[in-house]
């Protein structure tokens, strides 16, 4: 398959930029993921191995890299979000890691390698999980204020948790054996928290690391700032959800880098199952360009975040 | 067998007024714990039930008890130190409903109950698990100045994880495949984080609830009460340990409520099998006295965590 089939066509060509930025970027949250770390040669040697495997298998980093785009839209220097960068990533490695095991989505590859207990053992695979959520938090705990570490430590807590990813992955696992989700509205509830939750999160951890910045930007109040990010964010999710679902029915698993058409193949509900692929790709698009338009009142400091929509629709893995 | 076989002999009658203890401040932990929870009717269902399931099946509350024990020691009020207790349990119990998965320990019996996953289903255990771990620091985020809040979450998160409790179930399990410890050092070294360390960030936890009252306690500086408290808690974590290796040597699952005689199946080091049981228990009294000792610079304030040692070791499940 050609990457191009799963572009929604916003008609934008500002790539090179949008490419720079995320390479930059994501060198960037590596060393500081590099430096979070106890050292690879830390005793017990394999419980790092599996960590480190993990954080750099080669993920994206687009939550790292929307943490420090909204910090900088806020006015923030990137440098303060960047532990904030970090601990929304340990979060996210460690729902993949746990997400993969067998008794969950039974994955062996997960970015065109092994997945962690395929690698290094289930029983492993479960402790480096529940490490790096842990660390997300010991992240969280310096080099803050502590009105601001602790505001963190909520968001994160909150958004991480039932009431948004693992309630979320728990809804998806109910639905797995009960009656599934069967109209819209249901799908979307399940991704605005099991992908979602994590999204708003990185924003609203951008948005606190701008500390006082925040407050020129040029809405009313802090309030509506976050709601203008939370929309952003909830807008962002979906869309990447669908390019998700769309990849699963046309990828190959070379392309994708994972297993595909895994969730028809469990009559799961997905957004091409439901309305189509035509539909499924002209929301995609319609999200990305609402997402866009409500990040409207920053101006030209949120044009990297609008490029980043495009980035997620437009992506071939 | 009879409970007193494994009684260390410190010679207390005084075991009512804890007993009494215990029992109000079991009862305390668990209103808070269901306070902190959502309701049993909130949605998914499933992972609520799992998770009120492990955290209500009866568990002794001790580390709960430290921490309130320990505000109290230093001056501050229980109810201050009531949600730092519930964290700490969160942990523990997402600790148990991991170690217990079938990639790990493989247990089917918890406090003479069936594990989460037997219940549940291995996925929902790990979810649960998963879900408790990141409730332990929702609940630090609220209800304390932003200063103490965010010295909790450090004290937890590095307690709980890579340096402390994660790190020493990761070692125990590297030791299971590889050289396993063999000399007294080595295992006090695992027990001292795979145990040790959740129970001191439960003390730790209790003074800093304590907040301005700890800075009256008798003691030179608010480092020194910190190691007070780090060395009674290393003795009497260590007691625990070797208490709970010799009612797996002893016990009948009847009597100790899980799977018994595992450790010596599996040829992992024990405390009786590297000392004997005489010694084991002989290391257990002194342990036990030293605990005792070391608070004494507190003055009666300490009395209820000098008896909380004794229960540790006199226990019969």
Redesign the interface.
Known sequence: MSASKNRVGTGSKQTFDLQGFLESRTALVNRALDRSL?PAT???????KAMRYSLFAGGKRMRPALCLAAAAACGGRETDALPLACAVECIHT?SLV?DD?P??DDDDLRRGQPTCHKKF????A??A???L???A??V???GYL??T??EC??V???E????GM??G???D??WETEDGPRRLEELESLHVRKTGALIRASLRLGVLAAGEAALKVPVPSSLHLQILFDEYGRRLGLAFQITDDLLDVEGTADDVGKRVQKDAGRGKLTYPGLLGVAESRRRAERLCREACEVLSPLGPAAHRLAELVRYVVERDR
């Open positions: 106890p830390a005793k017990p040697a394999t419980i790092h460690y746990h095991l008794a969950m053992g289930e029983a492993l479960i402790l999980g529940d490490a959520l842990t660390m938090f010991e969280l705990g310096h502590a009105d570490a602790i430590v909520r994160l807590a909150r991480a948790g039932l009431a693992v309630g992955q728990a809804d696992l109910a």
